[in-house]
């Protein structure tokens, strides 16, 4: 069964064209807005796929262009970047601003990548999104001799028989493991003798209203959106291997306005979510605490900020002066730090409680924790994480992927390359 049972998928007909003269531009085809459609894929793939994820965060907009192949490796074509407009906490707050924002990002992509764009895949999060594990349970029918593929899409539909807000719908539904007759028989129980089915999932859903906004601006830049995945789950195959999947690990995506993560145990998702915390608030406080405007605040935090307290470097800070506005000053090192750390410990602690909740077992995952994101680069954050999770954990880097290193190596990325991993797969299996 595909690791992605998405509920979602939307076709469209536009594409970015390149315009003679000034560049690049938007080609615009107009086409109603269909509902909301499962799509299945034909059959027959061709031998080359472009494949674009885009990611449409707090504080920026990513596209990521690739070039797929079957059973080959994705190669990175291109990136797009634009600064976020009217998105707050992973979500659209000003349809018109954001729609822009998305454009500019993927005229950018094309300008890079020299790529035509007809198509992308868009990945979401934050407060609208919910997940949950279910069991699904399924009795063989008298005088069938074997277990058939429609018995197991019966227990994921049974599985998927839940309660879930009005207007909601579903995302994923994601196997973690199948039992026979009670005892465990792996990812594929098809053609085994039985007289009962059951399996555990880990289901995603997440309001209708927010998922189709982030779809139609889109659409109305006269492009099709093949599907729409979790944030946590593609940044997850940017930067896990199947031996780490195996091992045990928790991803956290840490962005502008939210901090993302998912949890592997014995190679299957067990725990996923979003906390409406990120590296944006920070910088406010910063701003607030030290008397500072904004920009100044985030330049700060990005230079010379620290999680660690103590440090040897020199003691003061001389902040830039701002367009002649705001005299230069200067900062304690130690005052920019201790708030800092404090405001990232509060982060990290609220994704922690998450999972005990949910009772994930964290000493149990083997390969620790992977921080990815913007704020991942910050200094000492992987030492905080390790004291706060209590287990190893380190930057991640993306796996399985070739092309220019300044992108993979950028953890800003890994969303927006896990968006193109992640189709990769469903697309070619």
Known sequence: MNENESAMTRRGFLSITAATGAGYALGFHQRAHGAMIAYPRSAKRPEEEIIVGLEIGTSKISAVVAKTRPGGTVVIE???????????????????????????????????????????????????????????????????????????????????????PPQSMFLHTILQ?????????GLNPVGMIGQQIEADFHIVHGRLAPIENAVRCVKELSLEVEDVVLNPLATAKAVLDADQRKLGALVIDIGGGTTDYLVYVDGAVCESGSVAMGGD?????????????????????INEGSVTVG??????????????????????????NSIIRI????????????????????????????????????????????DVFGIPARRARVKGVSGPARILDDPRYS??????????ESIFG
């Not at 895949?121 to 069938?144: D, H, K, M, W």
């Not at 030290?290 to 935090?301: N, T």
């Not at 969303?415 to 990769?424: E, N, R």
Request: net charge positive; charged share 25%; aromatic share 6%.
């Open 78 to 164: 291109g990136v797009g970047n634009a600064p976020s407009r009217g998105i707050r906490r992973g979500q659209i707050v000003d349809f018109e601003r954001a729609r822009r924002s998305v454009m500019q990002a993927l005229v950018n992509a094309v300008v890079m990548s020299d790529v035509m764009i007809q198509s992308v895949y868009i990945g979401i999060t934050g407060a609208c999104i919910s997940s949950y594990n279910n069991r699904g349970f399924v009795l063989i029918p008298e005088g069938q001799e074997k277990i058939t593929k429609a018995d197991c899409d019966n227990v994921r539909d049974n599985a998927l028989l839940v309660f879930v």
């Open 177 to 185: 493991h199948y039992y026979v007759d009670g005892r465990e028989s």
């Open 281 to 301: 608030p920070i910088s406010r406080e910063l701003s607030s605490c030290l008397s500072i405007p904004p920009w100044s605040a985030e330049r700060l935090k």
């Open 311 to 336: 440090t040897t470097l020199p003691g003061k800070i001389v902040t830039l002066k701002n367009d002649g506005d705001f005299a230069p000053r200067e900062v304690e090192r130690e005052t920019l």
């Open 343 to 386: 405001r990232t410990r509060q982060m990290l602690e609220c994704v922690k409680r998450r999972l005990d909740t949910h009772d994930v077992p964290l000493k149990s995952l083997g390969t620790g924790v992977h921080l990815t994101g913007g704020y991942s680069l910050l200094r000492g954050i992987d030492e905080l994480a390790g």
């Open 415 to 424: 969303c927006a390359i896990g968006l193109v991993k992640h189709s990769h």
